[in-house]
């Protein structure tokens, strides 16, 4: 949806301007900017929320600036400080506060911050112009049909990032190369594609664009590998868990670990947690299956409301993850 404003930002002589407000959804660039050619470009996601005391907060935003700034050194990019970004965020939700979807309805404004490099640059190296651009837009709620879950599937004949290579930054670049396994995955009716490591096909990586975790004897498992994007949400749950009295493992996962949980979940801003019915291996035609009655399990359940319940100010924001705009 079209909503009122957006932010804007542009690095030129080795400089960040001011923050412009812009009532244009378009962008005018040079048509051999390093964003179309070479790829540098980066993006982040994350949400406002309106209370049922009608505040509006937004979750975690330091955690997205200084993921962006990583993207940024991981493209040769300018580097935007985290003032800016922040200041950025407020005054887009402040200016599209009509747009902030009610306490009730379960939705949210969904904030897309995004930089990339206008500088026309045929050459390969880095651009000398940058654009900062910072747009919002209401999402409805995850899950319309209540709390559900879904499958995902094993496919060894994609990989979406190396391990010494751009998986741990959120670029586009990513996501480009994950479209055709996604699709194929859509076709064959599963909600995403299951990556195990590039390397070795032996270790979990990540859900789709999510990160993945799994539950048994009171643990949170979630895997550490060099081509992941590190999840702000997985990052949260991982806190809650403990708060919750629960051992928290981040390690690497053999794929035949997936047998021994008792619930799996896939987790990011978008659903924060979507957990997981089952995974079919493609490949070695094996299932694991994470419920018997399609339903998610309790402990997913519990962090998946203690989250939602910290994002909308029904809980208390004891790790200091909320900033109220006002
Ligand atoms: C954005 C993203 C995630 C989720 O990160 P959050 O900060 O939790 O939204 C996970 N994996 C990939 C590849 C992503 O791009």
Redesign the pocket.
């Known amino acids: 949806m079209k909503t009122d404003y957006n932010i804007r930002c542009t690095y030129k002589n080795g400089a960040w301007g001011e923050l412009e407000v812009s009532d244009s959804e378009m962008v005018t660039m040079h048509m051999a900017a390093t964003c179309i050619h070479y790829g540098q470009e980066s993006f982040e996601?994350l949400k406002a929320f309106r209370g049922a005391d009608n505040k509006i907060r937004v979750f975690r935003m330091d955690e997205n600036a200084k993921r962006m700034q990583d993207s940024s050194m991981g493209t040769m990019m300018a580097v935007l400080p985290i003032e800016k970004f922040e200041e950025a965020i407020v005054k887009a939700v402040k200016l599209n506060e009509r747009f902030v979807p009610p306490y009730e309805s379960g939705a949210a404004l969904y904030i897309r911050p995004f930089l990339f490099g206008t500088g026309a640059q045929v050459g390969v190296k880095p651009a000398n112009e940058y654009m900062f651009i910072l747009f919002v837009t209401p999402v409805g709620p995850y899950f319309k049909g209540g709390f559900q879950t879904t499958p995902f599937v094993i496919m060894r004949e994609f990989d979406r990032s190396a391990p010494l290579g751009m998986g741990k930054y959120?670029v586009g670049g990513?996501y480009a190369a994950s479209l055709v396994a996604g699709e194929k995955a859509h076709q064959m009716g599963y909600s995403n594609v299951f990556y195990l490591d590039a390397i070795e096909k032996k270790y979990i990586d990540?859900c789709g664009?999510?990160?993945f975790f799994g539950i048994k004897n009171n643990t949170y498992v979630t895997p550490k590998s060099s081509s992941?994007?590190p999840?702000?949400?997985?990052k949260s749950l991982m806190v809650l868990a403990e708060d919750m009295g629960m051992k928290v493992e981040r390690r690497q996962i053999p794929v035949e670990e997936l047998a021994t949980f008792d619930e799996a979940g896939a987790?990011?801003?978008a659903a924060v947690i979507s957990p997981i019915e089952r995974i079919d291996d493609y490949d070695e035609k094996i299932s694991y299956v994470f419920t018997k009655d399609g339903k998610p399990g309790p402990i997913s359940e519990k962090l998946y409301k203690k989250l939602r319940g910290i994002q909308y100010g029904d809980e208390p924001d004891t790790h200091g993850w909320i900033t109220i705009v006002e």
Do not use: H, P, R
Not at 231 to 234: E, H, W
């Open positions: 996601g959120k990513n990540e664009a999510a990160n992941i994007l999840s702000i949400t997985n987790c990011g801003t």
